[in-house]
């Protein structure tokens, strides 16, 4: 689907995003594990439930877990120390988000499933993790006011499928799927992109 | 079980109770949509989770997407120029709840489970997908202290299940069970039934 | 694995917790009910899930919904009439904890999975349940900021898997991890150890 260390960076870097989020709710060291795990394996989670892809993709290998483990104890050392610019963790994340959107609809895809489910996974698959963790530390999860966060998901799943209908190798698709949704991220983020926001009358 | 038209119309009436609890906190366009699609899909995907049916429903057919899509879509557009009324929406839930809990009962009664476990999978098929959404908004669940909610799917499965025993064929004691629990919800609302409130000594 | 009167001891102990943590928030009887329900058999659920094992445990009889039922019910009947002393509780939740993680480390082991995977699914065993009920509830989970909870569940998974490894009959093994995780809950509670606390630099 992806490269393996693309996956596992993935996880690395939702493990960052989890640890960061749960610092700022001044939980303990074990209570920032599990969260900083949740937020990283849960999308995923989701997926395989949902596809009913057995065993759950982190039970294959240890791996996952002490990734997550070292990722987030090294975020908590760093920021005993000094503190992280938000932009990394902006750029960070959309890093998680692409490679996990890009990978939840190729697995989505090879269950055979309609490029609309394929694009539905592909979306939960990178937004679930994010989503249960703020729920946890009792926040609306921020995707869901989020500026250009779900949309810049499915239009790189789009993207990945798209190419791939020109005649792209489903390989090379899959890197374009991941570039453009980094891409339209950074780009949302320094242009201030908003989705418009429902107002409703009462 | 129920026909297709039926699971399609609580969906579709999911998507909107989905779409109205998001635009009371103001989530952008893509934020409500999620939203509507969890609230509408929650609970039947927690119900074949649980029963370990394959595929999970929506996954079938792109139908379940793309009703939720124009729904909470045409929920947003309309609640841009007017309110809704909230008699409409109670209404809606009310249908949803009903035609979602049989539905998920008689489901979970073919997989050849206990009156038990069948009112519990069906309570959990009615009831989920709301409670879901309102976590995700950051609310107490409104089923949890709303008058006669669980319970009233609870007697209108009971009704469906009893009806069966007594002989009636089981497409009337679904009927039955869903106009059931409609019935008793319309009636909580218009008489503002209560269940007794648990007060706790400190 | 464990007795079963231990597995239904468990069930109806963390159905009490959900009680008292739903009787916190001034819920109907009917929400009561469903949060005790939750609690109890919510770390399971999740557990079954990710193994695939089928059907999910508490549908195999109709036992475990018994005794939440009454379980629960009991909590609110006492309840309504004098308060329940705080550490009487925190025995409880310490009990089933304890029983949980063990229960759901062993399933998890004889499903042939890593040291580390059996350890992640014992504490997600032991936890999950009272993490979805604070949630709803709409609280930021205790376990996330309590001392000592999680980490007294990995310790005595540790103790489990080290004494059988050394030899021990894994029923002997497994109620030394029970003993344990209750023995160093009390005394944390006793003794009130910290798990120390990430404070960030903002």
Redesign the interface.
Known sequence: MLPYWLDLMGTGVGAIGGA?A???????????I??A?IASVGGG?VRD????R???Y??RS?DY??VILICSLST?LY??????PKYVLEIADAIALAIYAILGARIAES?G??P??MT?IG?ITG?FGG?IRD???????F?????F???AA?LGIVAYWGTKQLGLHAEYAAYIGVITIITLRLAAMYFKW?????????
């Open positions: 960061l749960a610092g700022r709710r001044s939980l303990d060291l074990v209570g920032v599990i969260i795990m989670t439930l949902l596809l009913d057995n065993p759950v982190w039970m240890s877990m002490l908590v920021l005993r120390y000094r503190p992280m269950f499933n309609t609309v489910i539905v979306v937004i989503m729920v946890l530390v009792n926040e609306v999860p995707i869901l006011n989020q500026d966060y779900a949309s499915i908003q989705v418009p926001v429902l107002h409703i009358k009462h």
